[in-house]
């Protein structure tokens, strides 16, 4: 096994461990990017609103289990078509654009000098070890879909035709995702909070309403009224 695929299967691995790092740092103490902390606002709340949107609409249209047994690179069979058409890694995809909207968000230049492109690093690391399975398990299938597909850079030409046939199953995004966007939100108010754009009361206010919102999804989700 090559060195970096056998890194990749290590990031693979550890990913649920080593990921909340990157959430923490963002509340290293840093120069700051902007000079206008507007710009900061705006750049990165777009930048994460489209990547929640991304990681939304995967999940919604179609939703691939990754992971096997021992958090080990795992695939039942070769998903291509939907929005899998238009890039091979639209979740992955949707959690870069995530964490660089969090880095500007926060106006950190350590952010982005730093941890950003070892956040860049671990992915690539990871769809490269995911492509050698996949390479492995499904041959030539998976050699004429990479042919026909970028692994992220988005194939905007198939955006028409990438969603017909699928229906988007909204139920499932809140089942899956709930823990992410509460997760998602609570880091943004607290950026918020730290960097003095809002006062303590409307932040302690905002996480009262987050967590009731939390526990209404969780007992939902034990009801099975998301499914």
């Not at 790092?21 to 606002?41: E, K, Q, V």
């Not at 939907?82 to 890694?89: E, H």
């Not at 995911?130 to 850079?153: C, P, T, W």
């Not at 960097?195 to 034990?222: G, N, W």
């Amino acid at each position: 096994m090559k060195p970096f695929t056998k890194f990749g299967n290590w990031i693979f691995h550890y990913r649920n461990g080593l990921f909340p790092l990157f959430y923490a740092a963002l509340f290293i103490p840093s120069r700051n990017l902007f000079t206008d902390p507007r710009w900061a606002l705006i750049s990165g709340g777009l930048i994460i609103g489209i990547g929640i949107l991304i990681r939304s609409t995967t999940i919604g249209l179609v939703y691939i289990i990754r992971g096997g047994a021992n958090r080990k690179i795992h695939a039942k069979n070769l998903v291509t078509e939907g929005i899998y058409s238009v890039c091979r890694n639209p979740m992955y995809l949707g959690n870069i654009l995530i964490i660089l909207g969090f880095g500007l968000l926060s106006n950190s230049i350590l952010y982005l000098l730093i941890f950003f492109p070892l956040f860049l690093l671990f992915y690539a690391a990871i769809i490269h070890a995911e492509e050698d399975f996949l390479r492995n398990k499904f041959g030539q299938e998976y050699a004429d879909y990479v042919a026909s597909s970028n692994a992220l850079l988005p194939r905007l030409n198939k955006l028409k035709t990438a969603f017909k046939g699928h229906s988007f199953q909204w139920k499932r995004v809140i089942s899956k995702e709930q823990n992410s966007l509460i997760l998602y939100f609570t880091g943004i108010c607290l950026i918020l909070l730290l960097d003095k754009h809002i006062e303590l009361l409307p932040f302690i206010i905002t996480q009262s309403a987050l967590l009731v919102l939390y526990a209404v999804l969780k007992y939902m989700k034990r009801k099975k009224l998301l499914t």
